[in-house]
């Protein structure tokens, strides 16, 4: 019994003593940018010297692409506040189009993708999540994550996006060397007419501290449990 109570003890100690870790991808303070394609596309603005508290090795490459001759906007607007990257598709004269915007971060300042050749050379191995924070209807586009490392990508399936918090699981990205990212890229596909989303922040995340707490709990709980049987 003494043991299990140290234990928990000790447990909640480190839990409580080690902060959450984030890393900002993308804050969307810095800017502003505004890139709108009309079809055929895309379109690619950048934006490079920016800090790397807002974004992360300093360099945004902002895609915007159209098809079927309609117009994909991509813009933000610093206000001093909150801010956030807001998009949409409008339709042109021939029906059915669609859009896509990207955000890529390879550290490169040379207004293209770089894929493996990117220079953030980050380490993701620590965290649990990529969290996309984005506003709009629930569901009307898909919402994707591609790392490179130095070799090679991996990206994940197109899920639909929500209103709110987007977690992609960095431990379902076994194809890519999590210690050494050198790109990233968050790409919203599926962008119908009259569509329009924001993305709000881009983080990297591990559990807050309370969910060593409830493990903690946890252990204290099968202590008790193997104390009454013996």
């Known amino acids: 019994m003494r043991t299990a109570v140290g234990s928990l003890a000790l447990l909640i100690s480190l839990s409580l003593a080690t902060p959450a870790l984030s890393l900002t991808i993308d804050n969307f303070e810095a800017g502003p940018f505004s890139v709108t394609d009309v079809a055929p596309g895309p379109t690619f603005g950048q934006q490079a010297g920016l800090a790397a508290s807002d974004v992360i090795g300093g360099v945004r490459l902002v895609r915007s692409n159209a098809t079927n001759g309609g117009t994909t906007t991509n813009a933000l607007v610093t206000t001093g506040s909150p801010d956030s990257a807001v ?14 915007v990207a955000y890529i971060y390879d550290g490169v300042a040379d207004s293209s993708s770089n894929g493996i050749g990117g220079t953030l050379n980050v380490d993701l191995s620590s965290f649990l999540s990529i969290d996309i924070e984005s506003y709009g209807t629930p569901g009307i586009a898909s919402i994707q ?29 076994g194809l890519v060397n999590l210690t050494d990212i050198n790109s990233i890229r ?14 709000a922040h881009i983080s990297a995340e591990v559990p807050e501290p309370t969910t060593g707490l409830l493990f903690a709990l946890g252990l204290l709980g099968l202590g008790f449990r193997r104390s009454r049987s013996n």
Do not use: K, M, R, Y
């Open 186 to 199: 968050v790409a919203v596909f599926e962008l119908d007419p009259g569509d329009s989303l924001e993305i």
């Open 145 to 173: 994550l591609t790392l490179w490392d130095g070799f090679g990508s991996q990206s994940s399936a197109l899920t639909p996006t929500v209103n709110g918090i987007n977690s992609f699981l960095l431990s379902s990205f």
């Open 87 to 100: 998009f949409g598709f409008t339709d042109g004269a021939a029906p059915l189009g669609s859009g896509d």
